[in-house]
């Protein structure tokens, strides 16, 4: 269900790869009796890293598209400002909202 984040897809299937492993290794000692759930964790743990390195280049691809290379560098140029830092911020939420049509900071 998380693969679509990189900490759901990638983290969370590599822990399933490797406790489906252990699981199936406990099946082949004759300790437990689930060995198609050890195979399940396993592929779907296998899925899961695959789909969490796919989405890896489509948020680099989202990110660049709503100018989130020129806000790091925004903020880089900031330094220790604060307020140059909350303009840089300010900027990069008006164009997301702009790009999007959505309004990202909640009007009271």
Do not use: H
């Not at 998380?2 to 300790?31: D, H, M, P, Q, T």
């Not at 280049?57 to 140029?77: A, E, M, T």
């Not at 900031?78 to 997301?96: I, L, M, P």
């Amino acid at each position: 269900m998380l693969c679509w984040s990189v900490a759901g897809g990638i983290i969370l299937g590599l822990c399933a790869i490797v406790i489906g492993f252990v699981a199936r290794g406990r099946v082949k000692r004759n300790e437990a009796t689930n060995g198609g759930v050890a195979i399940a964790g396993i592929v779907l743990g296998a899925v899961a890293v695959v789909a969490g390195l796919v989405f890896i280049p489509i948020y680099i691809g989202l990110f660049d598209k709503v100018g989130g290379n020129d806000y790091v560098d925004c903020l880089s140029r900031a330094g220790n400002d604060k307020e140059a830092a909350q303009r840089c911020a300010d900027e990069f939420t008006q164009r997301v909202e702009n790009q999007f049509s959505i309004t990202v900071t909640p009007t009271p």
